[in-house]
Each structure stands twice: as C-alpha cells, then as structure tokens.
C-alpha cells in the first residue's frame, strides 16, 4: 500500500502493466468535501489515462461521489458497502465502465449527470447510431430514445447532440 498519491504515480510511470488503482478517500472531519480526491485522480490519470481507477471512500455523498466519477474515476465504492459492492466496482473499472456504489446513489442525482440509460443514448449517438438503429439497440421507442436524448441535452447543458456528445465524453461518461 503507497502512502501518497505522489508514490502511486512514480510506481505508475515507472511499472508497466498495471491495470487498477484503488484509491482510498477518506474525509477529514464533518462536511469535508472531496476535493484531495479530486485532485488525486486528476494527477493519476495525467500518468495513466487508461488504468482502472476505484475511489473507495467514506463519503456517501451522492454529490460528492457523481465529482469524483465526473473528474475521472472509473467507479466510486463507499467503505460501507459489502465486498461484492466493491467487486463490482473494481470488475467495472477493468472494463472501463462507470460504476457508482448505490449507496451513494439513493439520493437524487446531482443536476448535470446524466442517468445511466441517457449515456446509453448518447453513446450509441457517439458510435454513429440513428435514432431507430438506437431505438432497436436499447430495445425501446424512437421516441423514448428522443426523450432520452433531449433531457441528457438539457441534464448537460448542451446545446444538441454533438454538444451533449463531446461533453459527455470529455468527463468519461462514454467513450
């Protein structure tokens, strides 16, 4: 176990192969933010973009959780949680899939995060997927897949499509 996120991207830029960091987070007193999180993962993905990054932390802050996964963790495990809970998140990380520990998730998503099936549109979007072809791939309506679309513009503050789409990829929400 490295003490410091400044050994952690040592052992990263001088190993190869390493494909997950855990990351352990824990907050500093009542109502502290994420922010050494924050700044931990953008230091490690400055090292390694494509290592799989677990958040395992103390926070159950649905805010505080959907940051850190904005920022660039891959998944975000509260210490709570049960071993598979963290099993999932780490499988997750591995396939470069967003997790958030549901624990984290039973209060209302933050505004600007879009749900799970909106990144499921906009990334069939992302992959050159009309409407009906997105329709058919998600097994719903071409309406649904329009409302869909338009709350994830609205969710993200975009302007359109290709909007939503960059932006969504620009913090990991799809690839």
């Not at 949680?81 to 624990?103: K, M, Y």
């Not at 992302?126 to 897949?145: H, K, R």
Request: aromatic share 2%.
């Amino acid at each position: 176990m490295l003490e410091t996120v400044e050994d952690a991207c040592e052992l990263l830029r001088d190993l190869d192969g390493i494909s997950l960091v855990l990351l352990g987070h824990e907050r500093r007193g009542a109502g502290a933010d994420v922010g050494e999180a924050l700044e931990a993962i953008a230091a490690l993905r400055l090292v390694s973009s494509g290592v799989g990054l677990v958040v395992f932390s103390d926070c159950t802050d649905p805010d505080g959780a959907w940051k850190i996964v904005l920022k660039g963790a891959d998944a975000f495990v509260c210490k709570r949680s049960s071993l598979d809970c963290l099993d999932t998140g780490i499988e997750s990380a591995l396939r470069s899939e967003r997790f958030v520990d549901p624990a984290a998730e039973r209060r209302k998503r933050p505004k600007g995060v879009p749900t799970p099936r909106q990144c499921e549109v906009l990334q069939a979007f992302a992959e050159g997927a009309t409407t009906d072809e997105t329709a058919i791939q998600l097994g719903i309506s071409p309406e649904t897949v329009r409302t869909h679309a338009k709350a994830a513009i609205s969710r993200i503050g975009a302007s359109d499509r290709a909007h939503a789409i960059a932006i969504a990829m620009r913090h990991g929400l799809i690839s």
